[in-house]
């Protein structure tokens, strides 16, 4: 993904856990700064993530934090890193451990399913309400 591409999905990801959308600002704001963001092997360095933004370190596993906040990580590992780490090379050494098209191709489709399943998960719990005629309150899009 080029630059303006992250800047546009970032401005334009609305998100309703408060742990996202400080890692989401603090994604966009470091898009635009020339800081540095911590990474450990092509991707986000977790402890350093959960100072900056200052969000318990523990809400970025699967299971213990909101599955937006999971999910926006797991796009910047896979999306966000590769340009920030490319941005990188021109101005400092950096070894980047040569991958296989098809392993990128692998994550980023895999990225995309954990964004699908969640999607499906919460269409299934509408259904499920639906189907038991409970009160259903969908936002305005």
């Not at 999905?9 to 989401?24: G, H, M, N, Q, T």
């Not at 523990?58 to 890193?81: D, M, S």
């Not at 692998?106 to 499906?120: D, F, P, Q, T, V």
Request: with cysteine; aromatic share 8%.
């Amino acid at each position: 993904m080029e630059e303006n591409e992250l800047l546009t999905y970032l401005s334009d990801l609305k998100c309703i856990a408060l742990a996202a959308e400080k890692v989401r600002f603090y994604l966009l704001s470091n898009l635009r700064s020339t800081d540095q963001i911590s990474t450990n092997v092509a991707r986000l360095n977790i402890s350093a993530l959960s100072t900056h933004t200052a969000i318990d370190r523990q809400l970025f596993y699967k299971g213990r934090g909101p599955e937006e906040l999971i999910n926006l990580v797991t796009w910047a590992n896979t999306y966000y890193v590769p340009f920030i780490l490319s941005k990188k090379i021109g101005t400092t050494k950096v070894k980047i451990k040569k991958t296989n098209k098809y392993e990128l191709d692998a994550k980023r489709l895999a990225a995309e399913n954990l964004l699908l399943k969640a999607e499906i998960k919460k269409l299934e719990h509408i259904r499920s309400l639906i189907l038991s005629n409970k009160p259903l309150i969908i936002e305005p899009c």
